[in-house]
């Protein structure tokens, strides 16, 4: 397996470029935020990365986890390398300075995560969920259970789950049998859930579980879900750790991929009941968990970009070094390595074109969370906000299938070598699997995307994006650059056909909702490709600027521009078929003769 190097230059490209850093440092909140401060940060994340992740990347797929009589072992390596994380002050980048986070903009934080997440996927998804149950403590907790659990937590000495799935629910959270009974201040809970991510582990001294259950007198359906916080080891006002709670590890699931996070069936009062405390209002757990959701959707699109980039890499010194084949400029010479043989070329291409567009969609959607959070302006808040909302299940969903499409094309590119476990390609396509399955399959996010995002507001969201669209090509100097012209018209060419799909949804939605539901993952893998177009516009933009004024790396700037011409004619060319399945595709899907019942 090759090593993995952060891909720096370009990752200062676009928190500098196109999610503009410095408006964001200008804001009160992120005023250490300077470009120079940031740099260095990313470089020390590089290294930790690199040189600490990544080595034990190859042995944790290997090796995995083991379970023994309710004891999780993490693979040889992890637990030094979770101490070194801690001790860095990595799991607190972007928590509030009051309980011990450094306070920096998520936009930082994201490419520190998928530095993370490139490096050692299996290894990142522990703090990704910490970070998900302090979002949830921060927006919904007591200043009681804030001082108590919080600071442990941002410091990441203690880890945090997420715990709804149950056997005969899956994702029908209605279905959730796990009960809550009252008991002198507390609650003693009684159930059991599945796939819980590091639900048990030796990495940390505490594990603090958010748990979906229900009290006796709650509604039937979601309406009567509560949250409850449930820890591995109840603790004290100021932390102490006390008795271990009536919480235990059933067993932890054998995997295709991720082999070095255990995910774990969790059994709650098998004894006297587990203890619990509610989490804000009794009968909104799920409000409540779907904001542990949203960020664990926003930092799984960044695992599918880490995947991405990794694979990337990989394919690309793989495609320098092997050696096959005649080059077709030069038949009677000698052999040549294969990253000179055309279709080799567009699988990479394809690859970058694809790792760089979600990068870049993802880094610019942390940074307008920034400004939705940091902003004084009501009217300016809720479009920053409305915009996140609706760009998160395209980032999650689009990120994670492009990391499965990217994944699989470098195993092709390795040829037969790639179906041989030794080379260590065939780990991140196994890895990436996983991605657009939890936290919300794809048809998930679609069902939100089309009927939340979309039908619920009459299209206002989607509509302000096509047009902040339509300003963006607007700005390009074609005169300056006809080479922009190409990708300028891709761009607004299908943002037209996502601007007539918008228009179906919202006359359909109401009078015939299982015709936008079978369309509804072909319009968000159209709302990924023409975003991601978007982006790569507008560096293509940027780039022709800098290589007119003779600044910088040219060879950068000639490589944005012909990675958005690629994305162009080989990934935008795709928008005309996806909106007539978003629009046509129901006939055929839905039709009373196929052959099941």
């Given at each position: 397996?090759?090593?993995?190097?952060?891909?720096?230059?370009?990752?200062?490209?676009?928190?500098?470029?196109?999610?503009?850093?410095?408006?964001?440092?200008?804001?009160?909140?992120?005023?250490?935020?300077?470009?120079?401060?940031?740099?260095?940060?990313?470089?020390?994340?590089?290294?930790?990365?690199?040189?600490?992740?990544?080595?034990?990347?190859?042995?944790?797929?290997?090796?995995?986890?083991?379970?023994?009589?309710?004891?999780?072992?993490?693979?040889?390596?992890?637990?030094?390398?979770?101490?070194?994380?801690?001790?860095?002050?990595?799991?607190?980048l972007s928590a509030p300075a009051e309980h011990g986070g450094q306070q920096l903009p998520r936009l930082v934080a994201a490419a520190v995560t998928e530095m993370g997440m490139a490096a050692n996927l299996g290894f990142s998804l522990c703090p990704m969920l910490t970070a998900g149950a302090v979002e949830a403590l921060l927006l919904c907790g007591s200043p009681e259970q804030r001082r108590t659990w919080l600071p442990r937590l941002v410091e990441g000495t203690w880890t945090g789950t997420m715990n709804l799935t149950e056997a005969q629910a899956g994702s029908d959270l209605g279905a959730i049998r796990t009960r809550a009974i009252p008991d002198a201040g507390s609650f003693r809970i009684f159930g059991q859930k599945i796939f819980i991510t590091h639900g048990e582990h030796d990495l940390a001294e505490n594990i603090v579980h958010l748990v979906l259950a229900r009290l006796p007198d709650a509604p039937a359906g979601v309406r009567g879900l509560s949250l409850f916080l449930v820890p591995k080891f109840l603790a004290g006002e100021d932390g102490s750790l006390g008795a271990r709670n009536d919480v235990r590890c059933v067993s932890i699931e054998h995997k295709l991929g991720i082999h070095s996070s255990p995910t774990a069936v969790m059994a709650y009062g098998d004894r006297e009941g587990a203890t619990g405390y509610l989490v804000g209002e009794a009968n909104r757990g799920l409000e409540y968990m779907f904001i542990m959701m949203n960020n664990a959707r926003f930092q799984v699109g960044l695992q599918g970009v880490g995947i991405a980039e990794?694979?990337?890499?990989?394919?690309?010194?793989?495609?320098?070094?092997?050696?096959?084949?005649?080059?077709?400029?030069?038949?009677?010479?000698?052999?040549?390595?294969?990253?000179?043989?055309?279709?080799?070329?567009?699988?990479?291409?394809?690859?970058?074109?694809?790792?760089?567009?979600?990068?870049?969609?993802?880094?610019?959607?942390?940074?307008?969370?920034?400004?939705a959070h940091a902003s004084t302006d009501a009217a300016e808040r809720d479009a920053l906000q409305s915009f996140v909302d609706f760009m998160v299940p395209i980032h999650k969903g689009w990120a994670t299938e492009a990391a499965?499409?990217?994944?699989?094309?470098?195993?092709?590119?390795?040829?037969?070598?790639?179906?041989?476990?030794?080379?260590?390609?065939?780990?991140?396509?196994?890895?990436?699997?996983?991605?657009?399955?939890?936290?919300?399959?794809?048809?998930?996010?679609?069902?939100?995307?089309?009927?939340?995002?979309?039908?619920?507001?009459?299209?206002?969201?989607?509509?302000?994006?096509?047009?902040?669209?339509?300003?963006?090509?607007?700005?390009?100097?074609?005169?300056?650059?006809?080479?922009?012209?190409?990708?300028?018209?891709?761009?607004?060419?299908?943002?037209?056909?996502?601007?007539?799909?918008v228009d179906w949804i919202v006359d359909t939605h109401a009078g015939d909702p299982k015709a936008v539901l079978a369309g509804a993952v072909p319009f968000l893998e159209l709302c990924g490709l023409l975003c991601g177009g978007w982006q790569m516009a507008r560096a293509a933009n940027i780039a022709s600027q800098r290589l007119s004024q003779g600044h910088g790396d040219a060879a950068f700037w000639k490589a944005k521009l012909s990675t958005a011409r690629f994305y162009a004619d080989h990934l935008l060319s795709r928008a005309a078929g996806l909106a007539h399945a978003t629009r046509a595709g129901a006939a055929g899907t839905l039709a009373e003769e196929a052959p099941w019942p």
């Open positions: 397996m090759s090593d993995y190097h952060a891909p720096l230059r370009e990752m200062n490209f676009v928190i500098n470029e196109l999610a503009d850093l410095a408006s964001l440092a200008r804001l009160p909140p992120f005023a250490d935020a300077n470009a120079q401060t940031v740099e260095a940060i990313l470089d020390e994340a590089a290294k930790f990365a690199s040189q600490v992740l990544a080595p034990i990347n190859r042995q944790g797929d290997t090796v995995g986890c083991t379970w023994h009589d309710g004891e999780v072992t993490t693979p040889p390596g992890a637990k030094e390398a979770y101490q070194q994380f801690v001790l860095g002050g990595w799991n607190g990794r694979a990337y890499q990989q394919a690309l010194a793989y495609a320098r070094e092997r050696v096959q084949g005649k080059d077709l400029d030069d038949p009677k010479g000698p052999s040549v390595a294969i990253v000179r043989h055309p279709d080799v070329r567009r699988m990479l291409m394809t690859m970058k074109a694809l790792t760089e567009a979600t990068r870049a969609v993802a880094y610019v959607v942390a940074a307008a969370t920034d400004r499965n499409e990217v994944a699989h094309l470098a195993v092709q590119v390795h040829g037969g070598m790639g179906f041989i476990e030794e080379t260590g390609i065939a780990q991140h396509l196994r890895d990436a699997r996983i991605l657009s399955i939890y936290e919300g399959t794809t048809g998930i996010q679609a069902i939100d995307l089309v009927g939340r995002k979309t039908a619920r507001d009459g299209g206002a969201a989607a509509r302000a994006l096509a047009a902040s669209i339509r300003a963006d090509m607007a700005e390009a100097d074609l005169a300056r650059d006809p080479s922009l012209a190409v990708v300028t018209a891709a761009v607004l060419g299908a943002n037209d056909a996502f601007d007539a799909c």
